[in-house]
């Protein structure tokens, strides 16, 4: 039986701003693809969107893109989504035809938001998917599909004589990123956003530096509590900061931290290293958060919950360290800084910067599971977990309930 897949991948704006989230839907069975039967599909659609998990657990406060063709309308599940959280994203093998632009234009008068995927500027598309232009807000143009050339070519007077917002598809690289805003796209989509971008300074930047230093001392055997504590004291925003995060509702704390010396003794050295990585993750110069961010804050929160299973929980007490690997694998894409030296600085055990690095050992075969399954290779993710005596259909689940915990951390 085939293992199906529920994920999601951000839609961001110009500024790497989170604008919405596309829903996917695939199966491994051998191989990476689409599901196939349309009724499974908007059974999954239905059941996990508006059943299982909430809205909130899928989107948090963002619009969902979900994927939908002509048997979904025509069986009148569109009413069922709220119109004011959902944009249908119409796939481009659906069937055009005078029943399904009667659904659309029905939902469309209703307040339905509607996108049309997979765009390729050629003839035939244009031909099948005319009479649906009027009710779309969004096209979304796949790079894979249509070459840099002819999308510079075509793209912008189309938008303009649609009037609709274009969103670029399958963006894989930094200069791709680049070419697409050039062009006037208004969102993008793919796996960029978690490439590193070309890094020209060697140092770390000054606001992070005590941060590090004080990871580089937790992790140092040879610092004792006290000093770890005055160190602390030496930098009151950062242990007020430090402080109001771990007390957040999203930690589910038993009771409130209520200095350094306690959140020490209460979490431990391994974990407070953790959760001062998020911190130094979190505080960009410029204020905003790193599109990167929530990726590794759902990494670090699989590698845990995957560590805590590993063996029937044989290895539980070294989850922190799995959190941390998680943390780390975007270190450099999020501070701008390369893994190595964030690492060196931060005086990381041999075994971290191992599956950081090169990933390798049980930590670093898990860390490319998960980015298996971020790249929809679910196939080769299932080949780790099978490895790893972990079964494939728990890291699905593990990977939603850490989407659902990574928004509430930085919702807090």
């Not at 009037?163 to 399958?170: R, S």
């Not at 160190?231 to 900061?241: A, N, R, V």
């Not at 490319?368 to 972990?390: H, R, S, T, V």
């Amino acid at each position: 039986m085939a293992q199906h897949y529920l994920a999601r991948q951000p839609i961001l704006d110009e500024t790497n701003t989170i604008h919405a989230y596309e829903i996917l839907f695939r199966q491994s069975q051998g191989m990476n693809r689409m599901i196939t039967d349309h009724d499974a599909v908007n059974e999954l659609l239905i059941r996990n969107t508006l059943g299982t998990y909430t809205r909130e657990d899928l989107l948090g406060t963002h619009l969902g893109f979900i994927n939908v063709d002509h048997t979904f309308f025509l069986r009148n599940y569109g009413t069922l989504f709220p119109k004011k959280n959902f944009i249908f994203e119409i796939l481009g093998s659906t069937q055009v035809t005078p029943e399904l632009i009667a659904c659309i234009a029905s939902l469309h008068s209703e307040g339905h938001v509607f996108a049309l995927s997979e765009f390729v500027f050629e003839e035939w598309y244009i031909k099948n998917f005319s009479p649906l232009f009027r009710y779309v807000s969004y096209i979304k143009v796949d790079l894979r599909k249509n070459s840099m050339q002819r999308i510079k070519l075509l793209a912008a007077n189309f938008q303009k004589k649609l009037g609709c917002k274009m969103v670029a598809e399958k963006v894989e690289s930094i200069q791709e990123f680049a070419a697409c805003k050039q062009i006037g796209f208004h969102y993008f989509q793919g796996y960029f956003f978690a490439q590193p971008q070309l890094l020209s300074k060697e140092t770390v930047d000054p606001s992070l530096t005590k941060v590090l230093n004080i990871i580089a001392m937790l992790n140092s055997d040879d610092t004792d509590t006290g000093a770890i504590v005055k160190i602390f004291e030496q930098s009151p925003e950062l242990s007020l900061s430090l402080v109001n995060f771990m007390n957040s509702g999203a930690f589910g704390l038993r009771q409130a931290i209520r200095s350094i010396q306690h959140a020490l003794t209460l979490l431990g050295r391994k974990k407070l290293v953790s959760w001062l990585t998020v911190i130094a993750c979190s505080a960009t110069p410029n204020g905003k958060r790193h599109p990167a961010l929530i990726t590794a804050l759902v990494r670090a929160k699989i590698m845990e919950s995957l560590m805590e299973m590993y063996e029937d929980g044989k290895y539980r007490n070294t989850a922190d360290s799995a959190f941390f690997v998680g943390m780390l694998s975007l270190v450099d894409v999020i501070l701008n800084v390369p893994k190595a030296q964030v690492l060196e600085n931060i005086k990381a055990h041999e075994k971290i910067c191992q599956a950081v690095l090169q990933g390798e050992g049980t930590l670093g075969l898990m860390l490319q599971a998960i980015i298996f399954y971020e790249k929809e290779d679910f196939a080769a993710a299932d080949g780790i977990m099978e490895n790893l005596l972990i079964p494939a259909k728990a890291l699905n689940e593990i990977v939603l309930k850490s989407y659902i915990w990574a928004d509430a951390i930085l919702a807090s």
